[in-house]
């Protein structure tokens, strides 16, 4: 009984730990979109961007993400990454949205 629960606990983890990761599309997006803010509006190193979206724990990859950006005075701007050809275009997205972000 006790080998049963430390496996489901083990997996448990195993799940978790996946959950926190940062994919590379997810990332580039965001270094695009940290670029394209300015420093003196904008806390830059807090922006965050969606992931990938996953039906049943399979990953598909995307070419649009919403990133939340910090403003200094508090609350978040998004702004729309989205993968071209010639790279990443970012535009604004919405303007004081929150800093929860969709999905």
Same mark, same amino acid.
């Given at each position: 009984? &006790?080998?049963?629960?430390?496996?489901?606990?083990?997996?448990?983890?195993?799940?978790?730990?996946?959950?926190?990761?940062?994919?590379?599309?997810?990332?580039?997006?965001?270094?695009?979109?940290?670029?394209?803010?300015?420093?003196?509006?904008? $806390?830059?190193?807090?922006? &965050?961007? %969606?992931?990938?979206?996953?039906? *049943?724990?399979?990953? &598909? $990859?995307?070419? =649009?993400? =919403?990133?939340?950006?910090?403003?200094? $005075?508090?609350?978040? $701007? *998004?702004?729309?990454? %989205?993968?071209?050809?010639?790279? *990443?275009? =970012?535009?604004?997205?919405? &303007?004081?949205?929150?800093?929860?972000?969709?999905?």
């Amino acid at each position: 009984m &006790r080998l049963v629960g430390l496996a489901l606990l083990l997996a448990c983890l195993l799940v978790l730990t996946g959950c926190g990761t940062e994919a590379p599309r997810q990332a580039d997006a965001r270094v695009a979109v940290q670029g394209k803010l300015p420093a003196s509006r904008y $806390d830059v190193p807090r922006t &965050r961007c %969606t992931g990938n979206p996953s039906a *049943w724990f399979i990953e &598909r $990859d995307t070419s =649009v993400f =919403v990133c939340a950006a910090y403003l200094h $005075d508090g609350g978040c $701007d *998004w702004y729309r990454a %989205t993968l071209k050809n010639a790279g *990443w275009e =970012v535009v604004p997205d919405k &303007r004081n949205a929150g800093c929860v972000l969709p999905f």
